[in-house]
Nanobody, 123 residues
């Protein structure tokens, strides 16, 4: 069973950048596809980005394409989300998720979740 811990959230001005990290432990982490999700106040949790086990295949929500980059370092068991050109509407709690099935990460939702890290973008 994999455990996930997010870090790197904070307060940033619109147009700025942040890098989120998701440290994974337990199980064989490189066997999991992973992804980022976010939940704004009063809204449902939504998909942001996903990356396959190898790190080569990546998917993004339309709202973040060209601004966010997902990556992973399987040697360190860490996944990243580099966020640039941040907008006020990017304000949310960001969660990382993992699942042996990549389709679960980009679809219904992964089986394993972290606790989340808050990102607040001010105008």
């Amino acid at each position: 069973q994999v455990q996930l811990v997010e870090s790197g959230g904070g307060l940033v001005q619109a147009g700025g950048s942040l890098r989120l990290s998701c440290a994974a432990s337990g199980g064989t982490v490189r066997s999991y596809a992973m992804g980022w999700f976010r939940q704004a106040p009063g809204k449902e949790r939504v998909f942001v980005a996903a990356i396959d086990r190898s790190g080569f295949a990546r998917d993004y929500a339309d709202s973040v394409k060209g601004r966010f980059t997902i990556s992973r370092d399987n040697r360190k068991n860490i996944m990243y989300l580099q966020m640039s050109s941040l907008k006020v509407e990017d304000t949310a709690a960001y969660y990382c998720g993992a699942d042996p099935d990549r389709r679960a990460v980009v679809g219904a939702g992964p089986g394993y979740w972290g606790q989340g890290t808050q990102v607040t973008v001010s105008s």
